[in-house]
């Protein structure tokens, strides 16, 4: 049998009437297509008002999905698309059967997009929650061809947080960024925040949970705070550890009481909260041997955390907010090199091992790299940023133009590529707008100039400030 129910906005759905989840608060039915589903809330729901409101403004309002940059936005989200609210046409015996709140109250989102489950080793169809591919335990039963590269880690990563600073730039905090609040596809590089409906909507509705044990803030466990903005940079920094790492940055052998494994367990994450890879106090030493210490991230990276979990643990302020993290993870991806087997990638940059520590697996050859210097007419400024080239790699317009990142509004027509070809490593223009070498002959469209130590070209033949490539060999130790 199915059930009709009425949206808000006065569309009808047709609902299969078995459920297929039920969460901490909603019990959860698909659409008949399969397309959507509905969870409605069960149990007592005190704050009925307050809980419409929040889920009008989420639908309006605060929609990322909608307007003019939708598109773009809503593969980032499993964001709602309706409400059901009051509807007397859903039959009462269906409401109690299922312990709903009566008259029923339900958010209706689309389903998981395909990429987002796996079947596991025993067989079983699985959503890809982050605990999949961080946990021992659970990623023992994940297929190889489901585990991903750094590669695709860091491009995960870049997601969450781009996804994250949209959500905290509209004023907008989830309040429970955890493990099973985002999907994951490391096959693809692909990412999705979910749960929208909990969040937190400045002026208008509070947090409805604290969040999930392992990613609430050290300053909510101890009391001292509620989930805010500020609480969900530390549970983002947390997942980007995790999902690069393998392990929790807080989970250490360090015994903060013995009266109980429950208060142990609050203090290590509340109060006496203490980074694994703390760089002077070496007291937690984490629980899974680190193999990847996180300095091996490479420098932005590594800043960010030490930023967050030396400085910011328990001083909220001091935190990386999202977009430093989209920032930092661009600057790291665009440090990542091939490995031989052409399986994983390392990052590879000035100072940096050329391997991976985990399989010993090392690049060997000497590999080209670029310096990002910016032309401000009278001199060259030091962006202090390195590109890692590798064959095939293909430019774009935040690798030729200073200022400009690969956010929501960046062009990805590609600017040109580079090649190793006959022994010589090549960059070829691709635009109509010429490089130019300094001191030197100008690069015209299909063009190419060898990379040579020392050469340095002007990535655009225009407008200041314009971006110089300078470049060089590194060579493996």
């Known amino acids: 049998m199915g059930i009709t129910a009425r949206l808000t906005d006065g569309r009808t759905i047709q609902l299969e009437d078995r459920a297929i989840n039920s969460g901490a608060e909603k019990t959860v039915f698909f659409t008949r297509d399969r397309r959507h589903v509905v969870g409605f809330f069960y149990g007592k729901l005190a704050d009925r008002l307050e809980r419409v409101d929040r889920l009008t403004r989420i639908l309006t309002k605060y929609n990322p999905t909608t307007g003019r940059q939708g598109e773009y936005w809503a593969p980032y989200y499993c964001w709602p698309t309706g409400v059901v609210d009051g509807d ?19 958010v209706m989102a689309p389903t998981y997009r395909s990429q987002f489950f796996f079947t596991d080793r ?11 591919f961080t ?8 297929p190889e061809s489901e585990r991903g590269s750094l590669l695709t880690r860091l491009q995960i990563c870049t997601r969450l ?17 955890s493990n099973k609040n985002v999907l994951i596809d490391p096959k693809s590089g692909d990412a999705c925040v979910i749960d929208i409906d909990s969040l937190v909507v400045p002026g208008v509705a509070p947090p409805a949970v604290l969040g999930t044990p392992g990613y609430i803030a050290p300053e909510v466990l101890a009391g001292r705070a509620k989930p805010s903005i500020d609480t969900d940079k530390h549970a983002l920094a947390v997942l980007i550890y995790q999902i690069l790492l393998h392990r929790h940055p807080l989970q250490g052998k360090k015994v903060h009481s013995t009266r109980s494994a429950e208060e142990d367990e609050t203090l290590s994450m509340g109060a006496r909260a203490l980074f694994v890879e703390h760089p002077t106090d070496r007291s937690n030493p984490s629980v899974v041997p680190i193999v990847t210490p996180f300095a091996r991230l490479g420098p932005h990276l590594e800043a960010l955390f030490i930023k967050t979990f030396v400085h910011g643990l328990h001083v909220p302020g001091r935190r990386a907010d999202a977009a430093e993290w989209e920032l930092a993870l661009y600057r ?21 091992a050329f391997g991976d520590p985990a399989t010993g697996e090392r690049v060997t050859a000497p590999v080209p790299i670029a310096r ?16 890692t080239i590798f064959h095939n790699l293909v430019l774009h317009v935040w690798h030729t133009r200073a200022g400009i990142w ?8 590609p600017q040109g590529y580079f090649s190793q070809h006959g022994g010589k490593w090549w960059m070829v223009n691709l635009t109509d707008t010429p490089m130019r070498v300094i001191d030197g002959p100008r690069i015209e469209r299909n063009g190419s100039i060898e990379l040579v130590p020392g050469l340095a070209v002007r990535m655009t033949d225009d407008a200041l400030p314009a971006r110089v490539l300078q470049f060089d060999f590194l060579h493996p130790q």
């Open 372 to 387: 990002y210097l910016r032309d401000a007419g009278d001199r060259l400024i030091d962006e202090r940023q390195t590109l």
């Open 135 to 142: 946990g021992r335990k659970a990623g023992a039963l994940v």
């Open 332 to 352: 790291t991806l665009n440090q990542i090199h091939p490995l031989p087997s052409g399986r994983q990638w390392a990052v590879v940059g000035p100072g940096l």
């Open 88 to 106: 007397r046409g859903i039959p009462e015996q269906f409401a109690r059967q299922h312990s709903l709140v009566w008259p029923v109250l339900g």
């Open 122 to 132: 025993l067989g079983q169809r699985q959503e890809k929650e982050v605990k999949w």
């Open 161 to 177: 947080a781009r996804a994250v600073r949209r959500m905290h730039f509209a004023g907008l905090a989830h309040s429970d960024l």
């Open 406 to 413: 690969p956010d929501e509004h960046a062009s990805r027509v």
